[in-house]
């Protein structure tokens, strides 16, 4: 049964086999031209509903301070959580070898029009089209923050911080990852036991 709105209390839907996270993510995978994110949000979240809003937030942020690229991060994390490594393995071929016959295949052929203007500037036609791709799932990502136990006001700091620091001041993420990001993890590691402590609180109350 697919959760709906309507009904956020419904079990969520699961890949019913590793063939089943295989096609899904190579189906993903070659949807993405260069912005693969926004059409792995969408599929997840929106499509096959495997992840609340909520969720695909908390992964994708684990799947970011991780090293290797990103959405492969991801994909292995739903495929392992599934069906243990196998999964995994199966999001990661799902991701990989498909697109990767046809990345070669492409860039054989694009190798004798590389220098040319017309291929020069369909790249930079792209390369404006990824730009939007990521900023407007960066945008659709927000609504989850509404729940996020740090606050909306922390979040929404958070992140200008982070914007202000790698597109504005260009610091290095190796710098901004783990000063900000530690600073997020005490913030919400406080206000998670403040919430903690409340509600053993409001039970020891509640004894006779």
């Given at each position: ?7 956020p209390?419904a ?31 969408r ?49 990661l071929a799902?991701m990989?070898v ?20 017309q ?6 036609g ?14 659709k ?22 914007f ?17 990001g ?16 409340k ?10």
């Amino acid at each position: 049964m697919h959760s709906t709105p309507s009904d956020p209390a419904a079990p969520l839907p699961q890949p019913r086999s590793k063939t089943d996270l295989f096609l899904s993510f190579t189906a993903m995978a070659l949807q993405g031209f260069g912005g693969v994110v926004a059409v792995v949000q969408r599929e997840l979240v929106e499509r096959k509903r495997w992840l609340t809003p909520e969720q695909f937030a908390e992964d994708w942020a684990v799947a970011q301070i991780m090293p290797g690229p990103n959405v492969v991060n991801l994909a292995m994390m739903i495929g392992g959580r599934a069906f243990g490594l196998g999964g995994a393995l199966a999001a990661l071929a799902g991701m990989l070898v498909v697109p990767m016959a046809i990345a070669i295949l492409v860039a054989v052929l694009f190798t004798g029009v590389a220098d040319s203007p017309q291929a020069q500037g369909a790249l930079r036609g792209m390369g404006a089209v990824v730009a939007g791709l990521i900023a407007a799932t960066g945008l659709k990502l927000l609504p989850a923050l509404r729940h996020n136990v740090m606050g909306w006001h922390v979040c929404a700091a958070l992140a200008a911080a982070t914007f202000v620091g790698v597109a504005l001041l260009r610091w290095p993420l190796p710098w901004v990852l783990p000063g900000l990001g530690l600073t997020g993890f005490a913030w919400a590691w406080r206000q998670l036991a403040r919430a903690g402590g409340k509600r053993a609180d409001a039970a020891s109350e509640r004894q006779p």
